[in-house]
């Protein structure tokens, strides 16, 4: 839309003067001429005995009133045009936003999803090539959720930056779909090889540190290609295609690239299918508390519980967590799986005898989410559950992305009584490190120091016995089965380990039998 050009206040005051100048001009002409002239065409009788003063005076007097005349009008106008002006000015302004609003994104700059579209379709419809780099940032969520919406932003705009200098470097347009969805299109063909290299350098310039404000934080990216030429002629359908390789991408392995694929489509609505299947779940409690017994040394009484999750299914069997946590995880659902896990294992607890403890798993993004301490509280609170019998177990690979805000939920928790042991010990970073800064209690010596194998562990057992002696620590030693030495027990207790946890002691089952969970000197649980 383009709107009326205007006179500016400056062109009306000049065109003014020309008129003034013209009305001068005329009567010094009709009084020196033309009339004269005119009454002589006429045949009437004209006196041109005036003296030229007389003229003259004739030609101020008609320039002053057409002068004073004006003044009046011409003010007027002059203000009517400058308002009018400012208006059109204003809307044009509005206008010209407005036009931006609708094609660009206001928190990145970028083009948004509609011109994205509309520059897809108009490529399409004159049968030009078309490449779509789809772009989604990984555990984007968790961001959000753990550090922040502003500190989200400041991710999304880096992004958008980084983009940018993508665009300009490889010729290709950026956009921002919605959320943490990206976009650069291409409008030329281009090798696959090329197309391969342009994806790796997207995620690896993504993926650098991001700004010193934003605490060091690299942010991964998972990206589809499609091309028009090969996969689809249509815009939504070409979408779908580069939106299915980015998926397979999510479920594989992420900060990786995949060119669209027939059978990713297949794959894609299994997984559509799996995921549905498994929100449901969490939704309707299907996934279940089991309870392993932990027990103490040298006694081997029964002194706790750890809560492992089964996912029971509507087919009859029982799904494990090597195959449902990490897909719950994607679809950041392990908060609300814990908080049903929570409430089933303190309804079962909660007439068991109260020497009784039970210990939860919890996740990364859980440990260094800021909510977590007050809502776990708060639900045991109403769960009516006493702090100092809960457990929470985790691992170092947890604790490593976010050491701060780890410490701090911990020691939120521990200030409460909850005790905290860090799960798996011995596999994975700098031990010392984490233990000497973080508020943990207990070690759980993972179970492959007491796997059977060429290598003898017990040097390795002892050592980690001696060093939480001294950090005033308690430990336990997980895996312990069967086809170990009838002695280790004994071996273990006599080097200081409180705690043992394994098969030998009792699986994970879903039901604490009354004996064990009413009667404090029972040893072992039945197998099941
Ligand atoms: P984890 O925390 O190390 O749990 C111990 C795992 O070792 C359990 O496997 C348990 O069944 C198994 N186990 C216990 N004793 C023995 C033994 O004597 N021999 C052998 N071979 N295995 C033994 P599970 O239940 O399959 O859990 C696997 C992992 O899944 C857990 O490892 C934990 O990291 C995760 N997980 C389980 N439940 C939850 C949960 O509710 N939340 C979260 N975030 N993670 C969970
Ligand atoms: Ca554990
Ligand atoms: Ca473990």
Same mark, same amino acid.
Not at 291 to 314: D, M, T
Not at 459 to 467: H, N, S, T, W, Y
């Given at each position: 839309?383009?709107?009326?050009?205007?006179?500016?206040? #400056?062109?009306?005051?000049?065109?003014?003067?020309?008129?003034?100048?013209?009305?001068?001009?005329?009567?010094?002409?009709?009084?020196?001429?033309?009339?004269?002239?005119?009454?002589?065409?006429?045949?009437?009788?004209?006196?041109?005995?005036?003296?030229?003063?007389?003229?003259?005076?004739?030609?101020?007097?008609?320039?002053?009133?057409?002068?004073?005349?004006?003044?009046?009008?011409?003010?007027?106008?002059?203000?009517?045009?400058?308002?009018?002006?400012?208006?059109?000015?204003?809307?044009?302004?509005?206008?010209?936003?407005?036009?931006?609003?609708?094609?660009?994104?206001?928190?990145?700059?970028?083009?948004?999803?509609?011109?994205?579209?509309?520059?897809?379709?108009?490529?399409?419809?004159?049968?030009?090539?078309?490449?779509?780099?789809?772009?989604?940032?990984?555990?984007?969520?968790?961001?959000?959720?753990?550090?922040?919406?502003?500190?989200?932003?400041?991710?999304?705009?880096?992004?958008?930056?980084?983009?940018?200098?993508?665009?300009?470097?490889?010729?290709?347009?950026?956009?921002?779909?919605?959320?943490?969805?990206?976009?650069?299109?291409?409008?030329?063909?281009?090798?696959?090889?090329?197309?391969?290299?342009?994806?790796?350098?997207?995620?690896?310039?993504?993926?650098?540190?991001?700004?010193?404000?934003?605490?060091?934080?690299?942010?991964?990216?998972?990206?589809?290609?499609?091309?028009?030429?090969?996969?689809?002629?249509?815009?939504?359908?070409?979408?779908?295609?580069?939106?299915?390789?980015?998926?397979?991408?999510?479920?594989?392995?992420?900060?990786?690239?995949?060119?669209?694929?027939?059978?990713?489509?297949?794959? #894609?609505?299994?997984?559509?299918?799996?995921?549905?299947?498994?929100?449901?779940?969490?939704?309707?409690?299907?996934?279940?508390?089991?309870?392993?017994?932990?027990?103490?040394?040298?006694?081997?009484?029964?002194?706790?519980?750890?809560?492992?999750?089964?996912?029971?299914?509507?087919?009859?069997?029982?799904?494990?967590?090597?195959?449902?946590?990490?897909?719950?995880?994607?679809?950041?659902?392990?908060?609300?799986?814990?908080?049903?896990?929570?409430?089933?294992?303190?309804?079962?607890?909660?007439?068991?005898?109260?020497?009784?403890?039970?210990?939860?798993?919890?996740?990364?993004?859980?440990?260094?989410?800021?909510?977590?301490?007050?809502?776990?509280?708060?639900?045991?609170?109403?769960?009516?559950?006493?702090?100092?019998?809960?457990?929470?177990?985790?691992?170092?690979?947890?604790?490593?992305?976010?050491?701060?805000?780890?410490?701090?939920?911990?020691?939120?928790?521990?200030?409460?009584?909850?005790?905290?042991?860090?799960?798996?010990?011995?596999?994975?970073?700098?031990?010392?490190?984490?233990?000497?800064?973080?508020?943990?209690?207990?070690?759980?010596?993972?179970?492959?120091?007491?796997?059977?194998?060429?290598?003898?562990?017990?040097?390795?057992?002892?050592?980690?016995?001696?060093?939480?002696?001294?950090?005033?620590?308690?430990?336990?030693?997980?895996?312990?089965?069967?086809?170990?030495?009838?002695?280790?027990?004994?071996?273990?207790?006599?080097?200081?380990?409180? #705690?043992?946890?394994?098969?030998? #002691?009792?699986?994970?089952?879903?039901?604490?039998?009354?004996?064990?969970?009413?009667?404090?000197?029972?040893?072992?649980?039945?197998?099941?």
């Amino acid at each position: 839309m383009t709107y009326l050009r205007l006179p500016s206040p #400056y062109r009306l005051i000049q065109l003014l003067f020309l008129i003034l100048l013209t009305v001068m001009g005329l009567s010094i002409l009709w009084e020196f001429e033309l009339e004269a002239w005119v009454m002589r065409g006429l045949g009437l009788p004209y006196d041109g005995i005036f003296e030229d003063g007389e003229r003259l005076r004739f030609v101020l007097t008609s320039t002053g009133f057409s002068l004073i005349a004006m003044i009046g009008p011409g003010v007027m106008l002059i203000k009517m045009i400058s308002n009018a002006r400012r208006n059109y000015l204003q809307l044009e302004g509005l206008q010209s936003h407005t036009e931006k609003l609708a094609r660009y994104d206001s928190l990145s700059g970028l083009l948004n999803r509609r011109a994205f579209m509309e520059l897809v379709n108009e490529q399409l419809a004159q049968l030009e090539p078309v490449i779509v780099m789809l772009i989604d940032l990984d555990y984007f969520k968790a961001v959000n959720d753990q550090r922040g919406h502003a500190t989200g932003d400041a991710v999304l705009i880096e992004v958008a930056k980084r983009l940018e200098e993508i665009a300009i470097k490889y010729g290709c347009i950026a956009s921002r779909l919605g959320g943490d969805e990206f976009c650069v299109v291409f409008t030329s063909r281009r090798e696959e090889r090329e197309l391969g290299l342009i994806a790796a350098d997207v995620i690896s310039r993504i993926g650098a540190p991001m700004l010193e404000k934003l605490r060091p934080f690299r942010q991964g990216a998972t990206v589809g290609i499609s091309r028009s030429w090969v996969d689809a002629t249509e815009t939504s359908a070409l979408l779908h295609c580069a939106d299915v390789a980015m998926y397979r991408g999510k479920v594989t392995g992420r900060s990786t690239y995949h060119f669209y694929e027939t059978e990713h489509g297949l794959q #894609y609505q299994a997984q559509i299918d799996e995921d549905a299947a498994l929100k449901q779940a969490v939704e309707l409690n299907e996934i279940v508390p089991f309870y392993q017994p932990i027990v103490a040394l040298p006694s081997q009484e029964v002194v706790g519980f750890e809560i492992l999750a089964r996912w029971l299914k509507p087919d009859g069997s029982t799904g494990m967590p090597a195959d449902f946590i990490p897909a719950l995880e994607r679809l950041g659902l392990i908060p609300m799986m814990t908080q049903s896990l929570v409430k089933q294992a303190c309804n079962a607890a909660r007439d068991w005898d109260d020497h009784l403890h039970l210990s939860l798993n919890v996740s990364a993004a859980m440990i260094t989410d800021e909510l977590f301490p007050d809502r776990f509280l708060e639900q045991l609170r109403h769960e009516q559950f006493p702090f100092d019998r809960f457990e929470v177990e985790i691992t170092e690979e947890a604790l490593v992305g976010n050491i701060e805000a780890a410490e701090r939920n911990l020691n939120r928790l521990h200030a409460h009584g909850i005790t905290v042991a860090l799960d798996d010990f011995g596999t994975g970073y700098s031990g010392l490190y984490h233990l000497t800064r973080l508020s943990i209690d207990k070690i759980k010596i993972d179970r492959s120091f007491f796997e059977i194998g060429k290598t003898d562990h017990r040097p390795m057992v002892e050592a980690i016995l001696g060093m939480a002696r001294s950090l005033n620590m308690k430990v336990t030693a997980e895996g312990i089965e069967d086809f170990h030495s009838p002695s280790l027990p004994s071996w273990l207790a006599s080097n200081g380990c409180n #705690y043992a946890q394994g098969y030998h #002691y009792g699986r994970p089952q879903a039901h604490v039998s009354r004996s064990v969970a009413g009667v404090p000197d029972s040893t072992v649980l039945s197998r099941v």
